[in-house]
């Protein structure tokens, strides 16, 4: 008998702190705002839950066009997080994927009523160009951080994460037919890939961010 109760009373003492360690958070970084949930699988692992989003413009030039765009990042996010120490230090290494559809949604501009396309002036014909570059719905992330600690107590605490997730982006080139036939298709296709070209650039994600959490 007393070597069950003292079983169930090591049990409980292990147990108490991961019942404590369910958290909910927010935060604001690279992604935006966002806010999150997180369950601990055991004393070194958690499983969270996340979403973050922002919109913002910018101009931009590729090749012989400069672009009026604005990136919409809106995603969820589901990670692992894995820590060597976690009654040491809260230091943690995370995978996961985002898991959305952000895009970046584009405007050829013209001041002087023309456009350059592939070296040579061509007539607007009062037609407007547009590309939008779409990331794919799941991208994976790898990063590291601190805080989300399992073993962390009920209460209010702080937590920072870095990382990178990789997708390549895909262009849509949308040049009214006019245009088309005034500079040729291969002219457009070449600034086309001038255009994917520099979209490529943005497969590597950086993500940093910092938040508050709650733990419950």
Do not use: C, W
């Amino acid at each position: 008998m007393k070597l069950l109760l003292a079983v169930a009373a090591g049990a409980v003492a292990l147990s108490a702190p991961l019942v404590h360690a369910r958290e909910i958070y927010g935060q604001i970084g690279t992604e935006g705002a966002g806010i999150g949930f997180s369950q601990p699988l055991g004393s070194r692992d958690n499983v969270r839950a996340e979403f973050n989003g922002v919109q913002f413009s910018r101009s931009f030039n590729s090749g012989d066009l400069h672009y009026d765009g604005t990136a919409h990042i809106y995603h969820g996010g589901l990670y692992l997080d894995f820590f060597p120490a976690p009654d040491t230090v809260s230091f943690r290494f995370t995978a996961g994927a985002l898991i959305g559809n952000d895009n970046v949604d584009a405007t050829a501009t013209s001041p002087s009523g023309t456009y350059t396309i592939n070296g040579t002036p061509y007539p607007t014909l009062g037609e407007s160009i547009h590309a939008k570059a779409r990331f794919p719905t799941v991208r994976p992330y790898l990063g590291i951080g601190f805080g989300h600690t399992p073993m962390a107590q009920k209460g209010f605490s702080a937590f920072f994460d870095a990382g990178v997730a990789y997708g390549r982006p895909h262009v849509d080139f949308d040049v009214p037919a006019d245009i088309v036939a005034e500079a040729g298709a291969a002219n457009i296709e070449a600034e086309e890939r001038k255009l994917q070209d520099k979209a490529d650039k943005l497969r590597f994600y950086p993500i940093v961010k910092v938040g508050v959490t709650y733990r419950f």
